[in-house]
């Protein structure tokens, strides 16, 4: 929070930060990886969207996330228009590291309630695997813990603490927001052709291994770098 008000000083510093960070945002998103056509992995805008949040705010840095991937998706096209769809995914991740950062507990813990809700009433879930989605599950019982928690508990009012939680819950509100445009909206099919037994195959194996190692990435370079960004930003006396 401290370093959001320091980047946010002003009305021109705001526009040329949100700046700064949407070319950054751009770049990411553009970057291919090898193997992948679509999906979480196919750019990686991933590893700055939840930073986004916690340095700009929750609304500003849905902004620029939502610029970004908009531009990015642009530039290095996807397999399908559909992904447009998907990678909103991106900036609400930015929009959920945000409050939680600023310690919004109703608001992310109804996103998640509401989301998972729709995921387990639709029909084809009771046919998933439940180990398909299990860092959805381990992320919503912390986010529990720490809706029921006091602000005096030490374990989340260290600043690490409370990066790695936001970055985590980020990148798992993205992944949800697929997964809710994917099966209760039947974007598997709709989008993709899928059948039921070609949805369980992915939720067997690939799903539960991918998406964990993202949410990882992501949450090691969030700690690490936010922490030096707030001194360079004191440093230049914003």
Same mark, same amino acid.
Not at 54 to 81: A, N, Q, W, Y
Not at 140 to 167: C, D, M, P, T
Not at 172 to 196: H, N, Q, V
Not at 208 to 214: C, D, M, W
């Given at each position: 929070?401290?370093?959001? =008000? =320091?980047? $946010? =000083?002003?009305?021109? #510093? *705001?526009?040329?930060? /949100? ?22 992995? %196919?750019?990686?805008?991933? !590893?700055?969207?939840?930073? @986004? ?7 500003? &840095? ?10 990015? +998706? ?9 992904? %447009? ?10 929009? /959920? ?9 109703? +608001?992310?813990? !109804? ?5 998972? &809700? ?26 529990? /813990?720490? &809706? $029921?928690?006091? +602000? ?6 260290? #600043?690490? @603490? *409370? ?13 949800? %927001? *697929? ?6 909206? *039947? ?44 001194? #360079?930003?004191? @440093?230049?006396?914003?």
């Amino acid at each position: 929070m401290v370093l959001e =008000k =320091k980047l $946010l =000083k002003s009305k021109s #510093q *705001r526009v040329a930060t /949100i700046a700064m960070f949407s070319v950054l945002s751009v770049v990411l998103d553009s970057i291919v990886t090898p193997g992948f056509s679509a999906g979480v992995w %196919f750019g990686w805008i991933f !590893l700055i969207s939840p930073l @986004n949040g916690i340095t700009l705010g929750p609304i500003d &840095g849905f902004i620029t996330t939502l610029l970004s991937v908009m531009i990015g +998706h642009t530039v290095v096209f996807r397999e399908s228009v559909f992904e %447009f769809i998907f990678t909103l995914g991106a900036p609400i991740a930015s929009l /959920i590291a945000g409050l939680v950062y600023k310690q919004r507990k109703s +608001h992310v813990i !109804l996103y998640f309630i509401i989301l998972l &809700g729709a995921y387990f009433l639709s029909p084809i879930s009771s046919n998933l695997p439940i180990w398909g989605m299990w860092d959805v599950y381990a992320t919503i019982l912390i986010l529990v /813990i720490w &809706g $029921l928690s006091e +602000h005096k508990y030490k374990f989340f009012n260290s #600043q690490r @603490n *409370r990066l790695a939680l936001a970055s985590l819950a980020g990148l798992e509100a993205d992944i949800l %927001f *697929r997964i809710f445009i994917l099966i209760p909206c *039947r974007g598997y099919s709709i989008f993709y052709g899928l059948t039921p037994e070609v949805l369980v195959a992915i939720w067997t194996i690939p799903a539960p291994l991918i998406t964990p190692l993202k949410v990882t990435i992501s949450t090691i370079f969030t700690v690490i770098l936010v922490p030096k960004l707030v001194k #360079q930003v004191e @440093n230049l006396e914003l």
